[in-house]
């Protein structure tokens, strides 16, 4: 049964760093995850793409606001995606999302490429 299990989000002054993290589940040696990726969502805007890496030789990809501010990981050993966020802006606030897929995905921060999601968890960026 394939699960995404985030946690690690909470409240930070602008400035401050989180990381988020999100337990996987449901892989086996034969059916692996291909593409990762974290979006968020914010009230009344769509979900966006934040970060995704290409588990195949660690690709990373970023939305421009994000860039230089934010990076994505991947510890394969223990089946967890990371998303380290620093210098975060009071913009930075949202439900941030999980997601993960086995096949080839061509567009890796649209939230379409994605089948199995996680609940999410908060992220509150105060000024």
């Known amino acids: 049964q394939v699960q995404l299990v985030e946690s690690g989000g909470g409240s930070v002054q602008a400035g401050g760093s989180l990381r988020l993290s999100c337990a996987t589940s449901g892989h086996t040696s034969s059916r692996k995850w291909a593409y990762m990726g974290w979006f968020r969502q914010s009230p009344g805007k769509e979900r966006e793409g934040v970060a995704a890496?290409?588990?195949?030789?660690?690709?990373?990809y970023y939305t421009d606001s994000v860039k230089g501010r934010f990076t994505i990981s991947r510890d394969a050993s223990k089946n967890m995606l990371y998303l380290e966020m620093n210098s975060l802006k009071p913009e930075d606030s949202a439900h941030y999302y999980c997601?993960?897929?086995?096949?080839?995905?061509?567009?890796?921060?649209?939230?379409?490429?994605?089948?199995?999601w996680g609940q999410g968890t908060p992220v509150t960026v105060s000024s």
């Open positions: 890496i290409r588990l195949a030789g660690y690709a990373t």
């Open positions: 997601a993960a897929h086995f096949g080839a995905v061509y567009f890796p921060l649209r939230q379409a490429a994605y089948d199995y």
